[in-house]
């Protein structure tokens, strides 16, 4: 019952900033977790961000903390990445996700409800 579709992603060097967006369907998208996450080739999807179905609460993972904000416009029903500092690490595919407000938090790909079909990041050293 929720589409995602992320957009936002291209090639930069590194130091430089890119903000992804991602738009969701649905009429009660309000009510759902968001969060990214991210694959880079040869590795396991990781989990980047995530926010709170009202946007009071961001948790991050550390190897972003600082560098990455996440947040969320409900009326506009699209999350999104603000990325700076970028590093050639950051390099992957990033995927938005959501996840029912029912049960625990998105911590994992596993407790994802709803994926987008990811967009792009080359960051160039």
């Known amino acids: 019952q929720v589409r995602l579709v992320e957009s936002g992603g291209g090639l930069v060097q590194a130091g430089g900033s890119l903000r992804l967006s991602c738009a969701a369907s649905?009429?009660?998208?309000?009510?759902?977790?968001m969060g990214w996450f991210r694959q880079a080739p040869g590795k396991e999807r990781e989990f980047v961000a995530r926010?709170?179905?009202?946007?009071?609460?961001?948790s991050y993972a550390d190897s972003v903390k600082g560098r990455f904000t996440i947040s969320r416009d409900n009326a506009k029903n699209t999350v999104y990445l603000q990325m700076n500092y970028l590093k050639p690490e950051d390099t992957a595919v990033y995927y938005c996700?959501?996840?029912?407000?029912?049960?625990?938090?998105?911590?994992?790909?596993?407790?994802?409800?709803?994926w987008g079909q990811g967009t792009q990041v080359t960051v160039s050293s």
């Open positions: 649905g009429r009660t998208v309000s009510s759902y977790a």
């Open positions: 996700a959501a996840k029912s407000s029912y049960g625990g938090p998105l911590v994992t790909p596993k407790d994802a409800d709803y």
């Open positions: 926010i709170s179905p009202t946007g009071g609460i961001t």
